[in-house]
């Protein structure tokens, strides 16, 4: 498969970036280290999907799926009744601040948190979902497979090399591997990012997080609660699954088999009650080390997700960050693999996704100084909790959290340009391009950008027609103040005006024109 782009690792951030490489026309290759139940050990906890995340989901049509997903899930986790009991049950406690949060989300009127502080959206209809990994995962996959991505589980990539002419990945059992170019989506202690050299700068870990499926001698003995005396232990976000936060300086072992004592002395610590762990089946350590690659490209290879920048869990960003990552990458990548578009265009990943992650990593160390045992850090709780009662400050942190805030044309002024496509009303295909809608999902749901303008609006017809294999158009009833605007095929405003530009904006984002 020498002609393929080989992406290490099968999470889903390695899958998302396989399903808009494919759906763009790249031939793609997954290559992932765990098989079948292995994959299941990741999925303890929920992860988060935020607003940013689900809109550029619902440009591919998946926005359904992952809806439902979460529906199955709440369904699942809620106690069993049996016949009798009483149909409702009753509001989580408010002390229960873990408990609250996910009613909250399960009604949709959560937009995220800030270390634990809720963002609320009292009316409902907040974009913001939490999932299993492993639910998350299955659903990508299956849109993998849907899009013909062949996925090779089991195996385990060792090293990678690279020269003008392609990569090749070394995997455990000696085989070797080739293609044009590789993307490391392997986590935070990616084999690709040290084997190919990146530097990975940062903060090390000020505290040892552990979940695991556990059972207590006596279940009612501890509730969920962010501000224990040693730190977080939360019981009710599903059940069975138990995890506390110590603010310890980090783990001593990230990878040796967690103990039922372990547990126990950490519940012990962190809520100051003799607790008794009568069993513990699996679970995983983790910190808020918290570093980044100082660029996401050397050559042929690439990062993303983890591999390319890693913090403290706390907020729920780290998944939609690398799912950006991948949205941002696939369709760029494809032109260049395909030869539509310069090796240049892949300068603008590093350019435009590195300081959306810095401002991410910035955010998490706050939100873990936050998290902190003390009284300190209580006042300031206290303050921030007022400060996020006005409208303003409330946007602000929700639309941080929610990755809404990213704009990659900072200079644009108030420009749409660099930021998300707005919401367009009576959005219709056709135009000089001639084009039919594409599938369910909208007129970006084939991975092609698109060019919108106000019915009746004329284009330089050399211009579009020799890019409508990368672009259709259609047309809207915009905001006035839209005017024709170019969306790349992440969902992002590439070119905004009449007429000038249009050619330039076509070339610079989807290559010469045919």
């Not at 996959?141 to 990678?160: I, M, N, S």
């Not at 090390?204 to 224990?228: F, H, I, K, Q, Y």
């Not at 069975?240 to 004592?261: K, S």
């Amino acid at each position: 498969m020498t002609d393929a782009i080989i992406i290490v690792g099968g999470g889903p951030v390695g899958l998302l970036l396989a399903c808009e490489l494919s759906l763009s026309g790249a031939e793609v290759l997954v290559l992932e280290a765990a098989s079948g139940e292995e994959c299941r050990t990741r999925s303890l906890g929920l992860r988060s999907l935020n607003a940013r995340t689900l809109q550029s989901l619902a440009l591919r049509g998946l926005a359904g799926r992952l809806a439902e997903a979460q529906r199955t899930m709440f369904d699942e986790l809620r106690p069993r009744r049996e016949p009798g009991d009483a149909v409702t049950a009753p509001p989580p406690p408010e002390a229960d601040i873990v408990a609250l949060m996910a009613e909250l989300v399960h009604k949709g009127m959560v937009r995220g948190h800030f270390s634990g502080i809720p963002l609320l959206e009292p009316g409902g209809g907040a974009e913001y979902l939490m999932l299993k990994q492993h639910r998350l995962e299955g659903m990508l996959a299956t849109r993998a497979a849907e899009l013909g991505v062949t996925v090779r589980q089991g195996c385990q990539v060792t090293d990678v090399t690279q020269d003008e002419s392609g990569v090749a990945a070394t995997l455990a059992d000696g085989q070797v591997v080739r293609g044009a170019y590789l993307v490391g989506c392997d986590g935070g202690r990616s084999v690709v990012r040290k084997r190919a050299g990146f530097v990975f700068s940062g903060t090390s870990a000020t505290m040892t997080g552990r979940t695991a499926v556990a059972e207590l001698a006596d279940p009612g003995a501890v509730t969920s609660s962010l501000r224990g005396p040693g730190g977080l232990v939360n019981l009710s976000l599903v059940p069975g699954e138990i995890a506390t936060i110590e603010f310890d300086g980090g783990p001593d072992e990230r990878d040796a088999p967690m103990t039922a004592g372990e547990l126990q002395d950490s519940l012990r610590r962190v809520t100051g009650v003799d607790v008794v762990v009568t069993r513990l089946e699996t679970g995983i350590r983790y910190s808020d080390n918290t570093r980044h690659a100082d660029t996401y490209r050397e050559g042929r290879i690439l990062l993303a997700g983890d591999a390319a920048h890693v913090h403290s869990p706390i907020g729920g960003q780290g998944l939609n960050l690398g799912l950006q990552d991948a949205v941002n990458l696939g369709w760029k990548l494809a032109l260049v693999a395909r030869g539509l578009a310069p090796d240049s265009l892949l300068d603008t990943y590093t350019a435009e996704r590195h300081p959306a992650a810095a401002r991410v990593l910035r955010n998490t160390r706050a939100q873990v100084a936050l998290m902190r045992p003390g009284a300190q850090a209580d006042a300031l709780r206290e303050v921030l909790t007022e400060v996020l009662e006005l409208p303003d400050a409330r946007r602000y942190f929700s639309a941080m959290v929610e990755g809404t805030d990213v704009r990659y044309a900072p200079d644009a002024a108030e420009s749409p340009v660099g930021r998300f496509v707005p919401a367009l009303e009576g959005l219709t295909p056709g135009g000089q391009a001639g084009d039919t809608a594409g599938p369910a999902g909208g007129l970006l749901a084939d991975g092609r950008g698109l060019l919108v303008g106000p019915p009746g609006q004329t284009w330089p017809g050399e211009a579009v027609a020799r890019h409508r294999d990368r672009v259709r158009a259609a047309s809207a009833e915009a905001a006035p103040d839209t005017g024709a605007l170019l969306v790349r095929p992440d969902g992002y405003v590439a070119w905004a005006g009449g007429r000038d530009g249009l050619g330039e904006a076509l070339t610079t984002w989807f290559g010469p024109p045919r």
